[in-house]
């Protein structure tokens, strides 16, 4: 996806971060930290 | 299926009912690169529009109104039904879902006050939460919820003790995983007797009232009272399994546990005298063909070496095979289990590598830095490690009616047990 992303829109800066645990697990710090640092966030789940 | 309603639900609980979000087709798991990269290339299969243009316009169009409201979903549930007549009634019960597809006892309001004489609990006490899976947003049910469904699965009064044992555990029968799993039921204690749960021959089959009605109430409850069992929607098994019907709901023969050998129950620190029902997860029984050449412990082994490493084992022991261990050496349970534990072990390779569950679900921990998978993770591919995580991962039960020297096992891993007395 990032570097679809990164082909069509490369512009705009597209970084992929790992969340923490399982899907089932929250991660505040990931979400600060993009709150922080980030302008949107795509979230990619599945299996 | 594309997991539309999980993925609602999940906003809903966490209070963002109208979240953006867009979809691909479904599984992704194993798939090459190039496939994945035509998904996102291709149309989002519930909308129809391209997916790359949902995402860009998710991120970058402003929330409208309806968008930033934010808030849970309200049910309002009508307490009673409309009268209809009994094939009618039976006919709604299935065309809504609210069945396990066979005829259920209808559960008039005089029905579910009898039922309720089991219990001295009030009918508008909270028992607990259920959720299909955890994303999922719990629903909460009151006594008389689990009344109704105890009556829908044909138990008596002097059951609701167990049932609502059961239901207090939290523990939905109808998991939403796409690798359909099953559960178990084991009661222990005095309850077993006095609601004459069949412990002997032909225990875990059809042929008892009590065995076969609590085991089916939990498959209902998990219907009605959480909002599982949705197929496509809350339930996305893809083959569906046939143990969910009942949940391998059996007693324990305590009476013929060999000397030295401890009641599951006791096992998890309660009291001999105390009623409780444990429940666990798993997918599937096998049969263990023996020879009757070797000892026992010795095959047990080879047996338990084909499960996977996600969940756990659980023996079934006929009271004659149970003698048997004790003869060859296990005078406790729990010097078996060590055995069973220490001598079905892989390799950090085969575990790493071999296993959908373990990828998914222990190598996202492991690379957080949870023990003992993180040291497990560093490991050199033909290191030992344990198949089952712990010792605790292998349940023992003693069943059965005497008439051959059989054992079974399943893939089933303890979760938790619930005192049956408090619910009395």
Aim: one cysteine or more; aromatic letters at 12%.
């Amino acid at each position: 996806m990032q570097k679809l992303l990164a082909e069509r829109y490369p512009k705009a800066n597209w970084i992929v971060k790992n969340k923490i645990g399982t899907y089932f697990e929250d991660d505040p710090k990931l979400w600060a930290e993009i709150k922080e640092k980030g302008g949107a966030m795509i979230m990619a789940i599945g299996h | 299926m594309m997991f539309q309603e999980l993925v609602k639900t999940y906003a809903y609980k966490k209070g963002m009912p109208n979240e953006r979000f867009t979809f691909v087709p479904h599984p992704i798991t194993g798939q090459a690169a190039s496939v994945c990269r035509k998904y996102l290339e291709g149309n989002d299969p519930i909308t129809g529009k391209p997916v790359l243009q949902e995402i860009i316009g998710a991120i970058t169009k402003p929330l409208t109104l309806e968008e930033k409201k934010t808030g849970f979903l309200a049910r309002p549930v009508e307490r009673l039904l409309k009268p209809d007549t009994p094939d009618n009634l039976q006919r709604l019960f299935v065309e809504n879902g609210w069945t396990d597809g066979l005829p259920i006892v209808l559960p008039t309001e005089e029905r579910v006050a009898e039922m309720l004489k089991g219990t001295s609990h009030k009918l508008d006490e909270l028992v607990g939460t259920m959720q299909p899976s955890s994303p999922h947003e719990p629903w909460s049910y009151t006594v008389e919820k689990v009344a109704i469904n105890a009556v829908m699965a044909g138990a008596k009064p002097e059951y609701f003790p167990v049932i609502l044992a059961l239901a207090s555990t939290g523990v939905p029968s109808l998991f939403t995983s796409t690798t359909s799993f099953a559960r178990m039921v084991v009661v222990n204690g005095p309850i077993s007797g006095q609601i004459k749960m069949n412990t002997g021959i032909g225990a875990l089959g059809p042929f008892n009232q009590a065995n076969a009605t609590i085991g089916r109430a939990w498959t209902l409850m998990s219907k009605n009272l959480d909002g599982g069992g949705k197929i496509g929607q809350t339930y996305m098994g893809s083959q569906g399994n046939n143990l969910n019907y009942n949940n391998v709901c059996f007693a324990e023969r305590e009476e013929r546990l060999p000397p030295g050998w401890k009641a599951f129950h006791v096992q998890k620190g309660f009291k001999p005298g105390e009623s409780v029902v444990s429940v666990f997860t798993g997918w599937s029984l096998i049969r263990a063909d023996t020879s009757l050449a070797k000892q026992v412990h010795v095959q047990m082994p080879f047996w338990l070496s084909g499960f996977t490493p996600y969940q756990g084992a659980s023996l079934f022991l006929d009271p004659l095979i149970a003698d048997q261990l004790r003869a060859e050496g296990f005078d406790t349970k729990e010097k078996l289990i060590q055995w069973l534990y220490d001598t079905t072990k892989t390799t950090a390779g085969d575990y790493w590598s071999n296993y959908f569950h373990i990828a998914n679900f222990v190598l996202p921990n492991a690379k957080k830095g949870d023990e003992p998978f993180a040291s497990w993770l560093k490991l050199p591919k033909d290191a030992p490690v344990p198949r089952f995580a712990a010792p605790d991962r292998i349940s023992i039960f003693v069943v059965g009616g005497e008439t051959n020297l059989f054992w079974q096992a399943g893939d089933f891993r303890y979760i938790a047990s619930a005192s049956v007395d408090k619910w009395k």
